[in-house]
């Protein structure tokens, strides 16, 4: 059963970083994409960013210019660098992993709260 943990949620201040990270249980193979996505509270689930496995990326737009991130195929982990915090970034973060249909995977979820 394959688990992705993810790690480096945390408090910090307005105009502040944070780095998450997140390593599947397992290696993986056939990993189409990995990516991060959100949940603020009272809010649907939105796309943070993505990587393909021919490095493309994919941001939304609330955080473009601000958050990058990065995947390592062979060791199926993917990392989100997060500057410039705002507020409203304040949300519950999930890591993905997919693979078509050979699975899609989420994680448990990180608190990221930017509050002064």
């Known amino acids: 059963h394959v688990q992705l943990v993810e790690s480096g949620g945390g408090l910090v201040q307005p105009g502040g970083s944070l780095r998450l990270s997140c390593a599947a249980s397992e290696r993986l193979f056939r990993v189409n994409v990995m990516g991060w996505y959100r949940q603020a509270p009272g809010k649907e689930r939105e796309l943070v960013a993505s990587?393909?496995?021919?490095?493309?990326?994919i941001y939304g737009d609330s955080v473009l210019g601000r958050f990058f991130i990065s995947g390592d195929y062979a060791k199926s982990t993917v990392s989100l660098q997060m500057h410039s915090l705002k507020a409203e970034d304040t949300a519950v973060y999930y890591c993905?992993?997919?693979?078509?249909?050979?699975?899609?995977?989420w994680g448990q979820g990180t608190q990221v709260t930017v509050s002064s």
């Open positions: 993905t992993i997919d693979r078509g249909r050979y699975g899609h995977y």
């Open positions: 990587v393909s496995t021919d490095g493309s990326t």
